[in-house]
């Protein structure tokens, strides 16, 4: 799964990695970002902009938003069936930017927190999934991040992870229009291993409410 991410290059960074996209303002580099939150999302719907949906996908039919906390990952083994997904693989993805994201390994009763990233640092894109969501009173747009299998660099610590997509497959996730589930599906795969890094970091990310560079402190050995 992936419950907790981080998105902490300045905005020039970001800028250089996704020149293609118009961040507008209200970015802020953030260290644990967590579900329930607004993110940073590329929706197809919205060539070359960015918005901030809430992390944990809402689907039109939900009579409650708080069944968001239970969608806020889409396994990419069945995101073409699922009732809750399967409409938005076929009409509403989105990339979500991130430079890292957190798993727990369980070593007997303790947890260690690991961040895993690049082995170069920089930015990358997860396939995610939006909705709209409207009642009388709000209209709330939401997301979902797709899993996978683990690679060798991820199994270790956690058996699944998030789909990291390639660059070149970039087009084709934010055509509208594409609408081939075999195809878009074999999109849905583990990231190179070779190209990923994984490390122990402070418990200080166990608290979403912990913000800052001190949160991916790496564990002493």
Known sequence: MCGRF?????????????????????????????????????????PGKAGWFRWGLIPPWAKDVKIGYQLINARGETVAEKPSFRNAFRNRRCLIPADGFYEWKKEGATKTPYCIRMTSARPFAFAGLWEQWGSDSE????????????NTVVNPIHHRMPVILSP?????????????????????????????????????????RNEGPGTVVPAPE
């Open 6 to 46: 981080a998105l902490t290059m300045e905005l020039s960074e970001l800028q250089a990695a996704f020149p293609w996209i118009d961040f507008g303002s209200g970015y802020t580099p953030r260290y644990n970002i967590a579900p329930s939150q607004d993110i940073l999302t590329f929706p197809n719907t919205m």
């Open 139 to 150: 209209t709330l747009f939401s997301c979902t991040i797709i899993t996978t299998d683990a």
């Open 168 to 208: 070149s497959d970039y087009e084709a996730w934010l055509d509208p229009e594409f609408q081939d589930d075999k195809t878009l599906t074999r999109l849905l795969t583990p990231f190179q291993a070779e190209k990923m890094t994984a490390f122990p970091i402070s418990k200080q990310i166990n608290n979403p």
